[in-house]
């Protein structure tokens, strides 16, 4: 293995049109193509977090996701549940992260998620027989559970080939255009592409053959969001084309869905506080079914949330060529069920039924896996255990039992499980382009203040969310800088390009 490498690199050859300082297009192995693979396995909140510490200054907002992320970093601990449930939202965790931490240029730093038990487990019998994902979890005895279970048979192979590429074809060359539609290398698909762009032969193209580093993979996963020709901007310009293209088609946005069978009957009433004359939310008042719902948003995969919005129109970036070769060219793996919208995210983030519910159409909640604790009394009083995934027989000869130990829900500090990242009966403002702040009348009326608006022009309207909306909000926070007017009242975004004020302040992690 080439644990060692310090800094790795990905080698990429460029065929480039010099005349047009553009690239027509690239050729890569099974390991570039993996990289780009892994962005639409991130979920929304790493990719908000990745990208504010690539960009040293100005970040590229991602819709509205950045003011989520940002209000989760600087909202107090004291209003969420736990210490953990904070840091699953500024750092989520994802059932690809194993597969991610393979790639050779691995942009997500996140810790690969572990088990840990309490100390004491073993020899206390108050201990809950509980395992959590998060060190910050309390036992039943009142110890921290800080202790990294081992399990028996870690440490998996290294495994060659593809990580997300399908590669029992024996592909071992792609080609990637320059607006990132991956294919497989042939002279076939070389002709289709170079005609397609116009050139007859490759006689005015140029080979560039680059080792590309981390820095560049960042610079490329923001061009997937701002660029249209990403491979250019990264590779020739050095830089992300600021301005972000976005083809909003409001009409396919607001458009009516498709009367859902929805089983769900579960839904979140707001309080909406709607300017008269504009028509727009400022702000609404909701409780913590709201901010949990905004919240989960962060820990969903890139692609699920993309794939609620594809084939409305929509084009950013290069989203959708990228997904579209994700599909047809990756493993389909535990992480994607059915067509791939659906996602499945870790069972932590799961907060309570209203949640599950209103979220099912678009991710499914992982269930935790039993872990088994062998216990043995043979050697005079001496007990002694490990733990395994399976309940595995042949493990245990001399063995006296075999038991289960649960998953904790580590967002819960108590002893009732499925708690909410935020805790309960507190009231929180959220304005339009989704920051979250827990609210108190000074911060309603020194908003109204801010805003130079009086009383008069507002009205309060009561809306009421149903699995529908929450779709419709999903996208609206990728793609419009006004989510809640967007999504819940189908007003036409109000703007395509960034504005200036919504570089909202990069967020300080405090945790
Ligand atoms: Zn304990």
Redesign the pocket.
Known sequence: MSGHMENPVISLKLLIDQEKNKVVFAEAGEDFVDVLFSFLTLPMGTIVRLLETHQKSKSVPIGCFNNIYASVASMAMKHFSSQASKQMLLYPGSLNQDKCQKTKLRIDDSQASKCF?????VR?G???KEYSNFNTSR?????L?NEIIQFQGEGGSGGNGGVFVRSSAGHTSFMISDDLKVEVNSVVSTLKLLNGLGYPNCDKLVEMILDINLQEVATLLECLFTSETPLTDTFLKKKSSCGIKRMLSPPALIEEEEERESKADQTITLNAYVRKKEGNIMYVECGEDFVDLLFTFLAMPLESVWGSISGNGIVLGCLGNLCKSFKELSVVDSGREGSGLKSVVPHYYKCHEKQQQLLDVLVTIHKPPTYYRFVSFSVDHYREYCLTEKSDKRLVYGWDKLLPVTCKDPKSEGNNNSAGFVKKGTKFMVTDDLIITPSNSASVLGMLKDKQISLDDVECRVICIKQVEVIKLLRASLVSFSALSTGLLAMESSSTSVPESRFYKKPKIET
């Open positions: 038990m309490c100390p004491m487990f206390s108050q201990c809950s036992c039943s005895c009142g110890n559970m």
